[in-house]
C-alpha cells in the first residue's frame, strides 16, 4: 500500500515475478503502474504492506535488493555531451570496476543493444530512439536480474519498438528477468 497524500495510488497489489520472464503492467495514467515499480526499485518506501526481490525485503536489506536491479526511468536523462563510450564508461567506474573491466562491460551492453558502431558518437546528436537503447545499455553495465523498465517504448516509432522488443527478448533468454 501507498499514499500520496489523501491520494492512494496503491492499495492491496500482490504478483509475484518467477526468474526468466518477462511481464509489462497495463493500465491507465495514474493507476500506480510506476509507482509499483519505484517501490520495488526502492526508490519509494511502501507505507503498508511487504516487497521483497529475490527473498530480500526492500526496507530491511535496501543494498542487496539495489544490486540485483536495474531501473530505467520514463523519463530518463543523459549526459548528452559525452559519447556512448564515456557515459557508459562512467557508470562503470560509478560500479567500481577497473578499467579492464569497464572496457569489457561497455563492448558487452554496446553489443547486446545493437550499438557498437554507435560508441564514439555523442549523445546529443543521437535519435530518441538510440538515446533509448544508451539509457537501456547503462541499466545492464552493473549486470542486474532483474530490469525495470518504466515505459520503455515511450516516444518510439514502430521499428525501435520491434528492435527493443529482440533486446527484451535476448535479455530473456540470457536469464535476465
Known amino acids: 500500500t501507498f499514499s500520496f497524500k489523501e491520494h492512494r ?4 497489489v500482490t504478483f509475484q515475478v518467477w526468474p526468466g520472464s518477462l511481464h509489462g503492467f497495463v493500465g491507465p495514467n495514474g493507476a500506480g503502474k510506476t509507482t509499483t515499480l519505484k517501490l520495488i526499485c ?7 504492506g511487504r516487497i521483497t526481490v529475490f527473498g530480500h525485503d526492500v526496507r530491511e536489506d535496501m543494498p542487496a535488493v539495489r544490486r540485483r536491479l536495474g531501473f530505467m526511468p520514463d ?5 548528452r555531451q559525452m559519447t556512448v563510450y564515456e557515459y557508459l564508461d562512467f ?4 560500479y567500481g570496476f577497473s578499467q579492464q573491466q569497464r572496457d569489457r562491460i561497455v563492448a558487452d551492453v554496446l553489443a547486446l543493444t545493437d550499438m557498437e558502431r554507435r560508441r564514439d558518437d555523442l549523445i546529443q546528436g543521437l535519435s530518441r530512439g538510440l538515446q533509448q537503447r544508451v539509457s537501456l545499455a547503462r541499466v545492464l553495465v552493473n549486470d542486474p536480474d532483474l530490469l525495470l523498465l518504466d515505459e520503455p517504448a515511450s516516444g518510439l516509432d514502430p521499428r525501435a519498438r520491434i528492435e527493443l522488443m529482440e533486446i527484451l527478448r535476448a535479455l530473456k533468454q540470457m536469464g535476465k528477468t
Open 9 to 12: 495510488a496503491l492499495e492491496r
Open 75 to 79: 523519463h530518463f536523462s543523459l549526459y
Open 91 to 94: 557508470f562503470g567506474a560509478a
Open 42 to 48: 526502492t526508490l519509494l518506501r511502501p507505507q503498508l
